[in-house]
């Protein structure tokens, strides 16, 4: 997705929004020169957005190769001029991608007014413009949630921030590290229409179901305001056919006349041509292999975030938030670009409703669990202080007879057989991290759908952490073996 220049002056009607499309295509080397046949009609909306304006404390802390760390905080008024992420389009009708491109910073932050619940009476409506009258605007309501909206702006600037330090730490170590942690010391929340042009056109070629090859369509969005340009790139097959050909013709001509070969003319001809058809089909299939590229690059991140996440989960109480925002990130991600050519309002709408559910129990679980690790930690003290002071008066005293034991060790608690682990006595610390991470996996509760499944998965899940919690840990691990001080633990 990409913008186009910005225009001053008058509201862009719908012929010359499509006209900005049109120049915004041409105006690059490889793009078609002409697509206006392939274009229908724009179609004017009104979009609703949230725009927020937000006082933040920010800290990020940059970790080298080597373990050095550098920390930084500062504060800093965000809005949307300085961070796009700041006007968060507040509808599931359209393809996001699309609609938060196509807006204007400057004109949503200077027509936007203060909310006061969901209308927006004092709006400037480009109905009442001269230049609109005549044309039926369709008027979007605000069907995305304000916590929805402020969470998913707070994460992209957080998304922000980090890939800017993020680009100057690999500038001098390519390996380098950069967590973010944001928090809003205060913010407003305003609401405006913005009027976009929405366009729908075919351009090159995919496979579809049965396999058959089809043309593929795409949409785009034009700003009413200055034709700002939300659209993607296309290869025109032409310019990629001669491209390809005459690299090829070059190369070969060239290696042909170095080796003096006699059937040089066939030798290029014949290569050139290949390269020709080769150049041709990549542009009309360019963006369904570019489509599949991404998904899988998104699906591998997701799995690397899982990965961190369910570790930590059951780490230490101090856990890293900055996993779990990055999870959170790229879930939003998948939300809004997963078959994004094919969008459904009420499917997405759904999703998201869905996991943003999933995202507050998971926050939920995470106070709980550092606040019952707090418990823990502090009931594991009283009881070390109070055996101390035992046998401090006493001396030693034997170890407590009845408890249950798991394949010739003490298991009272079931640590080991929640775990999986066969072979108790000799598990090492590696063995005890691959039954968690195996078990963790298979026991997530966002690996369920049925509410009476997932109750049953996250129930099993928080006992696999507490397992886990205690016996990744060398000095409980052999309390615990040992059948006694963890006994109130679960």
């Known amino acids: 997705v ?18 900005d499309l049109q120049r915004w295509h041409a105006s690059h080397w490889m793009g078609p020169g002409n697509m206006q046949e392939n274009v229908r009609d724009g179609m004017p909306y009104l979009l609703p957005f949230r725009v ?10 940059t970790v080298y190769e080597d373990g050095t760390s550098v920390s930084e905080t500062w504060k800093k008024e965000y809005h949307v001029e300085n961070a796009p992420s700041m006007a968060v389009y507040a509808s599931f009708r359209h393809r996001r ?36 009258q005549g044309m039926k605007w369709t008027r ?19 998304n922000q921030e980090k890939r800017t330090r993020l680009e100057k730490a690999k500038e001098k170590d390519p390996q380098a590290k950069v967590k973010v942690t944001l928090k809003a010391l205060r913010r407003t929340q305003r609401i405006v229409h913005a009027p976009v042009y929405l366009f729908e056109y075919q351009f090159g070629e995919k496979h579809g179901r049965a396999g058959e090859i089809v043309p593929q369509s795409f949409q785009a969005m034009v700003s009413a305001v200055d034709g700002t340009v939300a659209a993607q790139r296309h290869l ?21 006349l170095l080796m003096g070969s006699p059937l040089a003319s066939l030798d290029v001809g014949f290569f050139g041509a290949v390269a020709a058809a080769a150049g041709n089909v990549a542009s009309r299939h360019f963006h369904a292999w570019k489509q599949q590229l991404d998904e899988r690059e998104r699906f591998r991140m997701e799995e690397n975030a ?18 779990m925002l990055e999870l959170e990130w790229l879930e939003w991600m998948r939300w ?4 994004k050519h094919h969008w459904r309002e009420e499917t997405r709408g759904a999703w998201a409703e869905a996991l943003w559910k999933r995202q507050l129990a998971r926050r939920l679980q995470r106070l709980y669990h550092e606040e019952r690790i707090e418990k823990e930690r502090r009931i594991h003290g009283e009881r070390m202080a109070r055996e101390a002071r035992h046998r401090e008066r006493f001396g030693s005293r034997p170890e407590d007879e009845g408890s249950w034991h798991w394949r010739g060790r003490r298991d009272h608690l079931g640590y080991y057989r929640i775990l999986g682990l066969e072979e108790p006595e000799d598990a090492s610390q590696e063995d005890i991290k691959k039954a968690f991470h195996s078990a963790a996996k298979k026991w997530h509760p966002d690996m369920y759908t049925a509410e009476q499944t997932k ?3 996250s129930s099993q899940f928080k006992r696999i952490q507490m397992a886990y919690t205690i016996l990744r840990d060398p000095e409980k691990k052999a309390m615990y073996d040992a059948g006694r001080a963890l006994d109130a633990v679960g």
């Open 336 to 339: 809004m670009e997963q078959d």
């Open 97 to 132: 991608d699309l609609a938060q491109q196509a807006v204007v910073g400057e004109w949503m932050d200077n027509n936007a007014v203060p909310f006061r619940g969901h209308h927006a009476k004092k709006e400037t409506d480009p109905t009442k413009r001269s230049e609109n």
């Open 2 to 19: 990409g913008r186009g220049m910005a225009r001053r002056g008058g509201w862009r009607s719908a012929q010359q929004a499509k006209v």
């Open 140 to 158: 979007e309501t605000w069907n995305m949630k304000s916590s929805m909206a402020w969470n998913l702006a707070l994460l992209g600037l957080r």
């Open 455 to 457: 109750e049953e998965a």
């Open 236 to 256: 025109s097959a032409p310019k990629a056919s001669l491209v390809a050909g005459a690299t090829v013709l070059s190369a070969t001509g060239l290696m042909d």
């Open 52 to 61: 927020f304006r937000a006082h933040v404390e920010g800290k990020a802390t």
């Open 306 to 323: 899982f990965e961190r996440t369910a570790e930590e989960l059951a780490g230490p109480s101090k856990r890293e938030e900055d996993t």
